[in-house]
């Protein structure tokens, strides 16, 4: 019956004859650097982006614990560093945002004028530790731990299983069960978030957005080095 429903209600559409898991080209990047002056805003609002893997890279699970340990969380690295050390930031966080033929890892802040040039100093020297220095054992396992959780979690209720194999079908062509998401994640090394750490925070692909009462504030390229 839903089935046959279903068909009724859709039958007027084309089917697709591309191939879910073709690749697709990654449209071209070009990143800048926007400084937005506004002076009713109290807060600076901070977005700072790079491009990362789309949605069905093989090594999508290494790109989110990345994610998680640089700015997922309470106990990430910018929010214990820029936040609890230095109090710089009430809000501060990094997201993965997968596409079909891309993707980004964007980390965003909201913080005082006066500020700004130390948050930005700080988060650069985060993501330069990542390129540099291994993170350890204890780390990544709790970055595993956490991104577990957060994905059993979110399949709780009928209608969060149902988008996301829907959202498998689309990109995948098939279905991925949770037995399998987490021998995934489990497989991920330290060594695979070292690499792509340094492949991902590169200077000359970041875009930075700086919206708020920035006054004479400049930020030239080399302001990004990390």
Not at 106 to 117: F, L, R
Not at 120 to 143: F, G, I, N, W, Y
């Amino acid at each position: 019956m839903f089935v046959a429903q279903v068909e009724k209600e859709f039958r007027s559409l084309a089917a697709s004859s591309a191939e879910v898991t073709s690749k697709i080209a990654a449209p071209r990047v070009t990143p800048h650097i926007t400084l937005k002056r506004k002076k009713s805003l109290e807060q600076v609002q901070f977005c700072l982006g790079v491009p990362a893997p789309p949605v069905n890279d093989a090594r999508r699970y290494g790109v989110y614990l990345l994610n998680t340990m640089l700015g997922g969380g309470m106990s990430s690295r910018l929010f214990q560093t820029i936040r609890e050390d230095q109090g710089l930031a009430y809000s501060i966080y990094s997201e993965m945002n997968p596409f079909r033929d891309t993707g980004s890892i964007c980390i965003y802040a909201g913080t005082s004028v006066d500020k700004t040039q130390k948050v930005l100093q700080l988060t650069l020297k985060e993501l330069r530790r990542l390129k540099e220095e291994a993170v350890s054992d204890v780390e990544l396992k709790r970055a595993k731990d956490q991104l577990k959780s957060n994905m059993v979690i979110g399949l709780e209720s009928s209608g969060s299983r149902m988008t996301n194999l829907a959202r498998q079908q689309m990109y995948f062509g098939r279905f991925f069960g949770v037995d399998e998401m987490m021998e995934e994640i489990d497989a991920v090394t330290t060594a695979n978030v070292q690499e792509l750490a340094r492949e991902l925070f590169q200077p000359e692909t970041m875009a930075l957005t700086l919206l708020g009462n920035l006054g004479t504030m400049k930020v030239e390229r080399g302001d990004l080095a990390c």
